[in-house]
T-cell receptor
Framework: AQSVAQPEDQVNVAEGNPLTVKCTYS??????LFWYVQYPNRGLQFLLK??????LVKGSYGFEAEFNKSQTSFHLKKPSALVSDSALYFC????????????FGGGTRLMVKP | DAGVTQSPTHLIKTRGQQVTLRCSPK?????VSWYQQALGQGPQFIFQ???????QRGNFPDRFSGHQFPNYSSELNVNALLLGDSALYLC??????????FGPGTRLTVL
């Protein structure tokens, strides 16, 4: 079985400061990892993914994530937060030996204050 | 190029009723997945359709069923609605096992 943990319900950061949203995962096979963002009353928007290769993945809107196999983590980062980044962020994992099903974490609310 | 579309946007039903939700995939996509997102939680996988057949199913009861049409669009049916079925239902489309793109969702309220 695959699982995702997002240990922080909420992350608060000041505008212009770096941000990190944490994610750890568990899969039996090789993981495909994803980050999605959700704005109020909206669906999920894809930010970035890790399939293979470089451990540092760059995505949309200046976000990046670092894959760490030994720590089974895939933390989302951004060097300089914007107020408009305030939203709900979901980490998801797919076991590439188990079809296309995504397993999501519980989400982390990011609050960026001016 | 239209993305994933879902209808209706909102729906209110009473316990015991049946509901049908609809999804049109992004152009060029042939696979549709459905997810349930309860308030304050992450989405949970319900099932996936490819070539008009259910290919993978999550931990949901048989009250949840679906269909995929030849044009790749899909329906999610839920019978004998329970209060706990109140949620945002998300449809995602992909080209086979590639990256999934999500629609805006249908908000179902069961009274």
């Amino acid at each position: 079985a695959q699982s995702v943990a997002q240990p922080e319900d909420q992350v608060n950061v000041a505008e212009g400061n770096p941000l990190t949203v944490k994610c750890t995962y568990s899969v039996s096979g090789n993981p495909y990892l994803f980050w999605y963002v959700q704005y109020p009353n909206r669906g999920l928007q894809f930010l970035l993914k890790y399939i293979t290769g470089d451990n540092l993945v760059k995505g949309s809107y200046g976000f990046e994530a670092e894959f760490n196999k030994s720590q089974t983590s895939f933390h989302l980062k951004k060097p300089s937060a914007l107020v408009s980044d305030s939203a709900l962020y979901f980490c998801a994992v797919r076991d590439n030996n188990a079809g296309n099903m995504l397993t999501f974490g519980g989400g982390t609310r990011l609050m960026v204050k001016p | 190029d239209a993305g994933v579309t879902q209808s209706p946007t909102h729906l209110i039903k009473t316990r015991g009723q049946q509901v049908t939700l609809r999804c049109s995939p992004k152009s060029g996509h042939d696979t549709v997945s459905w997810y349930q997102q309860a308030l304050g939680q992450g989405p949970q996988f319900i099932f996936q359709y490819y070539e008009e057949e259910e290919r993978q199913r999550g931990n949901f009861p048989d009250r949840f069923s679906g269909h995929q049409f030849p044009n790749y669009s899909s329906e999610l049916n839920v019978n004998a609605l329970l209060l706990g079925d109140s949620a945002l239902y998300l449809c995602a489309s992909s080209l086979r096992n590639n990256e999934q793109f999500f629609g805006p969702g249908t908000r179902l309220t069961v009274l």
